[in-house]
């Protein structure tokens, strides 16, 4: 009991150790490659495959995420008479946090997903051994475009989310329930601040990198056979879930952190 | 227990008391082999005795636990994966299962060697050297169709294409004619000979076709539980005395197998006469 507790314990260890290796490594390897030219077109590709094809789930995501959010929030609200408040909230939950880890998850699941099972299915037909053997080092030509094009895209695509998000919103509370359409948009305007929609942007970079890394991660480490390649995708999907929720976590305190550091004025009022 | 002792320099490519294991499993267990230059060096040995793993560690695809692997006197099995690549260049692997890229056409799968290594610019004379090099293996006019849309051995014979694309002077070879049928397979046999004579090109190739063996062998080296229990030349090998080896050699079930084999009658019926086909 106690000997199988130290066992996984000390697996667990090695594997993140391992992890970490081929994250940095994958890191440094794509930073040298954003310099030649050479990568351009297989970065090009990932950019559309990842990138292009996502931009339908993530604002079908984000404008579900505005109109529920509009929906459900609207009733407390109007009982108050501040149902011209509704857009502040409506669009600083969209802005900061559920656009960004939506289509975060979103991607996890769609990405992520697909990253795992191509990668996980070279591995295990030696296709990435092949490539290693003709003297391409498979890292700079399997993970570095699919990691750049995480890295680049997802800020773009929570934008993207964003905005449906907020659009959504909209036209639930002034459409269906007749909020006056200039007092929704003034006060969202006052309680949105640059910072919301900033922090929720740069946290797309950070769960960009994290979902390729671990979809690469296991992809690579993948273990024979359909069964093994199946596997590796359901730990690729939690594991990029529960490190996009982490990070989200971290983020949030991070950013409180350098807000009050920098705006104390703001944070007083 | 046999026990070689090589030196770096012995060979092209030189493997020296190699240990390695996957978790318990011991998978070659202080192995020496030097192969030498121009020459082509079967491996043999019954399934899963570690033939494939041996010759990855000779283009360092895995690394050894104990023990050295050299290339033209070169240490190779703590190169990184960039300091490889310069040796890499100069092998062409035929993998077991062919390991085509399956997002690629034929034709993509072939160039993709001289494209990671060559800025190609004259794309007519590459479009003449794929031609020549699928023609080799009987493949011309393939050049558009994807690895999923080919039979297994056709796919064999793409890989061993794309193996030779970059006109290599070591050239490996795992179980090249595995899965062809006898035409083809002694097809292969010339090739393998053609590329030797021709190019002076370094074959290592593991094969269970002792008929493919004794036509292509320099040297054959018996590899059994881990161990090399037989090296020598196609004749030395036919008359081996030891009864491993040639039980091996001749296909030759042994009798814990029938053993376990006999349970049960073989009669069968046949739906036709001898004389039905005079
Ligand atoms: N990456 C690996 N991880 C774990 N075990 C491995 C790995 N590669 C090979 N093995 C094990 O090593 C042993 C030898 O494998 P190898 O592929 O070299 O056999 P082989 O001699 O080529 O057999 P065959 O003739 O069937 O191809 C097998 O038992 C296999 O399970
Ligand atoms: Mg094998």
Redesign the interface.
């Known amino acids: 009991m106690i000997h199988s507790i130290g066992v996984k314990t000390i697996d667990g260890v090695a594997n993140l150790g391992r992890f970490a290796i081929f994250a940095t490594r994958a890191h440094v390897v794509s930073l040298k490659s954003c310099f030649s030219p050479k990568s351009y077109s297989l970065i090009w590709a990932q950019m559309n495959i990842i990138g292009v094809h996502s931009v339908p789930v993530v604002m079908v995501t984000g404008a579900f995420v505005g109109m529920i959010l509009a929906l459900q929030a609207y009733g407390q609200l109007a009982s108050m008479g501040l149902e011209e408040h509704l857009g502040v909230l409506i669009n600083i939950a969209v802005v900061k946090e559920l656009g960004p880890v939506l289509a975060a998850v979103m991607l996890a699941g769609r990405v992520g997903g697909a990253l795992t099972a191509e990668l996980g299915t070279?591995n295990v037909?030696?296709?990435i051994?092949?490539v290693?053997?003709?003297?391409?080092?498979p890292?700079r030509?399997l993970v570095t475009p699919r990691l750049v094009a995480c890295l680049l895209l997802t800020p773009v695509l929570i934008v993207f989310a964003d905005l449906l998000g907020i659009a959504g919103g909209y036209f639930v509370s002034v459409i269906q329930f007749g909020i006056n359409s200039r007092a929704y948009i003034d006060f969202s305007a006052q309680g949105v601040e640059l910072w919301d929609l900033g922090t929720g942007i740069v946290k797309g970079f950070f769960f960009g990198g994290a979902i390729a890394m671990i979809s690469c991660y296991k992809g690579f480490t993948c273990k024979e056979g359909a069964q093994g390649v199946g596997q590796a995708c359901t730990e690729a999907f939690v594991g990029s879930f529960m490190t996009i929720l982490g990070l989200n976590y971290v983020f949030a305190v991070v950013a409180k952190a350098i807000y009050s550091t920098f705006w104390p004025v703001q944070s007083l009022l | 227990m046999i026990k070689a002792s090589v030196q770096p320099n012995d060979g092209l490519i030189v493997v020296r008391n190699i240990v390695k294991s996957f978790g318990r499993l011991l998978v070659l267990d202080n192995v020496s082999l030097a192969v030498e230059e121009g020459k082509t060096t079967v491996i043999i040995g019954p399934s899963g005795c570690g033939k494939t793993v041996l010759m990855k560690h000779m283009i360092s695809l895995v690394r050894p636990n104990e023990g050295e692997v050299y290339f033209k006197g070169e240490r190779i099995d703590e190169l990184n994966e960039r300091q490889l690549a310069r040796i890499r260049v100069e092998y062409g692997f035929l993998f077991q299962m062919g390991a085509l890229f399956d997002s690629l056409s034929v034709y993509e799968n072939i160039i993709f060697p001289i494209q990671q290594h060559h800025k190609i610019t004259d794309w007519k004379a590459i479009d003449e050297l794929v031609k020549q090099k699928l023609a080799m293996v009987g493949m011309d006019g393939f050049q558009m169709q994807f690895p999923s849309n080919l039979s297994g051995g056709q796919q064999k014979r793409v890989a061993l294409a794309r193996a030779i694309a970059m006109d290599p002077n070591v050239i490996m070879y795992d179980e090249p004619t595995t899965g062809l049928d006898p035409i083809r397979s002694d097809v292969i046999n010339e090739l393998i000979l053609k590329l030797k004579r021709e190019l002076k090109v370094t074959s290592i190739v593991v094969t269970h076709d002792m008929k493919s063996a004794y036509k292509i062998a320099d040297r054959i080296v018996m590899l059994h539980e881990g161990k090399i229990i037989a090296d020598g030349d196609a004749d030395h090998i036919r008359n081996h005395p030891h009864p491993v080896v040639e039980q091996f050699i001749e296909g030759k079930i042994g009798e814990a197998d029938l053993a376990a084999l006999r349970h049960g009658g073989t009669k069968f019926q046949t739906q036709y006469a001898k004389d039905d086909f005079k």
């Open positions: 070279m037909t030696e296709q051994a092949a290693e053997s003709m003297g391409t080092d890292v030509y």
